[in-house]
């Protein structure tokens, strides 16, 4: 039967991601990104569900998440988080980048931008500098990014027909 992973791979094991660096009778040895030495018994990988981030081409997807005020306009972030993306050594643009709107939060509208890498070992660097051109470029075009709020109004004991001092 053939192996549904090859030295070189990146695979998704158990929730951690580790490089594939040579395959024997007896264990799969691998290194996490911060190369660190990990040897699997194959019993143990068998047994395990194998996710090849490798196949079956070397190229990423990811996304990353930011959330703006509700003032700023979708279409203006939208063209923002685009441009920050485009511009962003290790993000290809083919396919191009795109980004959706994703949700409208407690504070926060979330815009959602996915984009691709040409392997994984680029993956980490590529997300870091896109969401540092994200943060520069959106201080430049005046957009800012929400605390999240909590407004809590408090009761005088004497005025509080519930337990005494507690909030409303």
């Known amino acids: 039967m053939a192996s549904p992973f090859k ?19 007896r264990a799969t040895r691998m290194r996490s990104p911060d190369n660190v030495l990990v040897e699997v018994p194959n019993k143990t990988v068998a047994g395990g569900t194998i996710v ?12 990353v998440l930011v959330g ?27 396919p191009p980048p795109r980004v959706v709107l994703k949700d409208f939060g407690e504070s926060a509208v979330q815009y959602e931008v996915s984009f691709w890498v040409a392997n ?9 500098t896109l969401r540092t051109h994200i943060w520069y470029d959106l201080q430049k ?16 004991a004497d005025e509080n027909p519930g337990p005494k001092g507690s909030a409303v």
Not at 80 to 94: I, W, Y
Not at 120 to 128: G, H, K, P, R, Y
Not at 148 to 154: D, G, L, Q, S, T
């Open 141 to 156: 075009s005046g957009f800012r990014t929400p605390y999240p709020m909590r407004k809590v109004h408090w009761v005088p």
């Open 7 to 25: 030295p070189g791979d990146w695979l998704q094991l158990d929730g951690r991601r580790l490089q594939v660096l040579e395959v024997n009778w």
């Open 120 to 128: 994984e070992e680029t993956l980490a660097e590529a997300s870091d």
């Open 52 to 63: 090849n981030l490798s196949a079956p081409t070397q190229e990423r997807a990811s996304s």
């Open 68 to 94: 703006l005020e509700y003032s700023a306009a979708p279409e203006a972030v939208k063209a923002c988080l685009k441009a920050s993306a485009e511009r962003t050594p290790g993000v290809l643009l083919d």
